[in-house]
């Protein structure tokens, strides 16, 4: 796995990621007391954005833990072997 200047990897990047679209998506279904209630459309378009920007984050950290399981299993041929 490549590392950047401050060490975060894209694995770091992709679990930082998912974080951050859960808890936007946490936000995006909390009540708020005091506000008149948005339009159905405008609640659908941004649980259509919301949603999928969860799901991306999802996909990108899954990649990563494949990439990193294949990285392992490359440079550890011996170990590997044994696992399965």
Same mark, same amino acid.
């Given at each position: 796995?490549? %590392?950047?200047?401050? $060490?975060? @990897?894209?694995?770091?990047?992709?679990?930082?990621?998912?974080?951050?679209? *859960?808890?936007?998506?946490?936000?995006?279904?909390? /009540?708020?007391?005091?506000?008149?209630?948005?339009?159905?459309?405008?609640?659908?378009?941004?649980?259509?954005?919301?949603?999928?920007? =969860?799901? +991306?984050? $999802? &996909?990108?950290?899954?990649?990563?833990?494949? &990439?990193?399981?294949?990285? *392992?299993? =490359?440079?550890?041929? +011996?170990? /590997?072997? @044994? %696992?399965?």
């Amino acid at each position: 796995m490549s %590392e950047g200047a401050n $060490g975060d @990897t894209e694995l770091i990047r992709a679990v930082d990621n998912l974080y951050v679209a *859960w808890n936007q998506l946490l936000y995006n279904l909390l /009540a708020k007391p005091g506000f008149q209630p948005p339009s159905p459309e405008h609640i659908k378009e941004v649980a259509e954005f919301t949603l999928k920007q =969860l799901k +991306d984050a $999802g &996909q990108d950290l899954s990649r990563e833990f494949v &990439q990193a399981g294949l990285e *392992w299993r =490359l440079s550890h041929p +011996d170990e /590997a072997r @044994t %696992e399965v």
